[in-house]
């Protein structure tokens, strides 16, 4: 059996003609229970946050926002504290061009995005994976023994290196439960 990613905008429809008689898990955070506890913004609490030694985070997805730095603003403790899954985004919008993400709180160091994806989002994710979602991945395998399943999310893009879209946390869990997490550049 097979562990598939589509887009969650796609019609229904269309991604059962896809993909006949697979069972389809949004993992979004719009998901019903328990399957959006695999969303990024879902706050677990407890999640160590990269390079800031002791300090913790409700979400992936504000470790992610809180280590973003701007060039008129630099980073933002107050969303790793945000539970209610809204709040978390700053944007370009607002805050001007993004100029990367700082290697922890205080760090002096500023990671290009791809190293970032690399450094913070992906073992921050994989982190949830492992302990505080275990039971879910468990779930999903042995789910997938079973028939096909297909994870939805906004984003389909599972490719770290390619910047051109998203990074989808649904095609991380496919890597995940497929034995192929990607792995951190060599370090300098």
């Not at 073992?123 to 302990?131: A, D, F, N, Q, T």
Request: no cysteine; charged share 25%.
């Amino acid at each position: 059996m097979a562990i598939h990613v589509a887009s969650r905008r796609r019609a229904r429809a269309s991604i059962e003609a896809a993909h006949p008689g697979a069972l389809i898990v949004d993992v979004t955070s719009r998901a019903e229970r328990p399957w959006v506890r695999f969303s990024p913004f879902y706050p677990h609490g407890g999640i160590p946050v990269p390079f800031s030694p002791g300090v913790t985070a409700q979400s992936v997805e504000g470790i992610w926002q809180a280590l973003k730095v701007f060039a008129d603003a630099d980073v933002d403790p107050t969303k790793l504290t945000i539970t209610t899954m809204r709040g978390l985004k700053r944007t370009v919008r607002r805050h001007g061009p993004v100029l990367g993400h700082r290697a922890g709180l205080t760090g002096g160091e500023l990671l290009p995005y791809e190293e970032a994806r690399r450094r913070i989002y992906l073992p921050s994710y994989r982190w949830v994976l492992e302990h505080r979602v275990a039971d879910l991945v468990d779930r999903l395998r042995e789910l997938s023994s079973r028939r096909d399943v297909v994870l939805l999310d906004y984003t389909t893009n599972g490719e770290v290196s390619d910047l051109s879209a998203p990074l989808s946390h649904a095609a991380l869990i496919r890597r995940h439960l497929e034995g192929r997490w990607p792995v951190p550049p060599a370090a300098p």
